[in-house]
């Protein structure tokens, strides 16, 4: 009894070598002499009088003859209870053990050793919580139990104090420690989840890629833009000053044609007057010179004809022959751009405009390096595409 008195609570706390620890211990009976019974502190202790409870007596020392004894000691302290449950079947059948840590105080110790007793207590808490276990994880598969770790289950919590609300014993929490999935499972789990992590990852990359392409792409088609803007502006400049000095050079032509006419009047009206009578002989010698110089001037006309003819053929046979290689490299492109799918509309603009530099490049060698009549339709053509910067916008003028 003095072991007891002095170590209840140690005793109350210290786990045996099974790991279990007991909650009532039931004293010797006092000596017949006995005047004097200390109740510790830190426990419930329920006094019988010869042999009837009388309830829970205060700790300290008491004056009380030996008929008065201490019949249980009750730890008034929290305990832990472990419950491992082992083959709890989920929502789709899936065998896994859990393990739930609860804790739990003695509040009432008169209803916990008259009503259900301590050995009552340990098979009625394990039956109780291994329904409670199966309840809360019957509602979970095995993708979403893994969530039971390290929760509290208030539906545990409230259902066990519902169960032992006359049994004297409070559950102050329930928390579930361990879930643990059949090691096949377990296994094929993690390695989904890391294939998941390695599409998300490369999901990621490839996204990242692909918009690292579409910004060049777009800088790409802002320099092409760019650059056929500065294009433009250049030709336009071109042809306009181009504009300008045929206007200068028709000024100038009309102004020589002037001066040569007034002249040649002048130099007329002079040989009237000074030569009125060899007017017969200079007629017949003025006719012979017209027909020598129109027979001349016919056949210049005709060689100058022959040669701007032959002069366009080669012209026409050369742009074919370009303009088929530009089609067959136009054809290459688009079949190139169908490959390529987004990036044939970005590339389309810039082969246009390729073409159009090549056009203009053809039209550039004409009239630096060409030696074409400016006479006919030909040299209209020549001059107008010379003057538009392409052949397309040529219009057509009669002959």
Request: net charge negative.
């Amino acid at each position: 009894m003095k072991d007891i008195k002095k170590n209840a609570v140690s005793l109350l706390s210290s786990k045996s070598a099974a790991g279990e620890i007991p909650l009532v211990l039931i004293p010797e009976a006092r000596h017949t002499m006995s005047m004097f019974m200390e109740i510790p502190t830190g426990v419930h202790c329920l006094v019988q009088k010869f042999g009837k409870d009388i309830g829970v007596m205060s700790p300290g020392l008491h004056l009380l003859p030996s008929w008065y004894r201490v019949a249980y000691v009750v730890s008034g302290q929290s305990c832990c209870y472990d419950a491992p449950v082992l083959s709890c079947p989920t929502s789709d059948d899936i065998r896994v053990e859990v393990d739930v840590v609860l804790i739990f105080q003695i509040m009432d110790p008169q209803k916990f050793i008259y009503r259900l007793g301590a050995k009552n207590f340990d098979e009625f808490l394990s039956g109780t919580v291994d329904e409670a276990i199966r309840v809360l994880v019957r509602r979970e598969d095995h993708k979403t139990v893994y969530a039971l770790r390290g929760t509290n289950a208030d539906d545990m919590l409230k259902m066990l104090n519902d169960k032992f609300v006359e049994s004297g014993v409070t559950f102050l929490d329930v928390k579930v420690t361990n879930v643990a999935l059949p090691d096949v499972l377990a296994n094929s789990l993690e390695l989904t989840t890391k294939l998941s992590k390695g599409m998300e990852c490369d999901v990621t990359a490839n996204e990242f890629a692909l918009l690292q392409i579409n910004m060049e792409s777009e800088m790409q088609i802002e320099q092409i833009r760019r650059l056929q803007e500065q294009t433009l502006v250049s030709e336009a400049g071109k042809k306009r000053r181009a504009e300008l000095e045929f206007e200068q050079r028709s000024v100038k032509a009309e102004e020589e044609g002037s001066v040569a006419q007034i002249w040649a009047n002048g130099k007329v009206e002079v040989d009237r007057l000074t030569a009125q009578t060899d007017l017969d002989r200079t007629k017949m010698r003025l006719e012979t010179w017209r027909v020598t110089q129109m027979a001349n001037a016919l056949s210049k006309a005709n060689s100058s004809k022959i040669a701007a003819d032959l002069e366009e053929e080669a012209a026409v046979i050369q742009a074919t022959w370009q303009e088929d290689k530009m089609m067959n490299d136009a054809e290459v492109t688009r079949c190139e751009a169908d490959v390529e799918a987004e990036a044939a509309r970005t590339l389309a603009g810039k082969r246009a405009h390729d073409m159009n530099l090549r056009e203009k490049e053809i039209i550039k060698q004409l009239a630096s390096s060409g030696s074409f009549n400016l006479i006919g339709t030909s040299g209209d053509k020549l001059v107008s595409a010379m003057l538009n910067g392409t052949f397309s916008d040529v219009p057509a003028t009669a002959s």
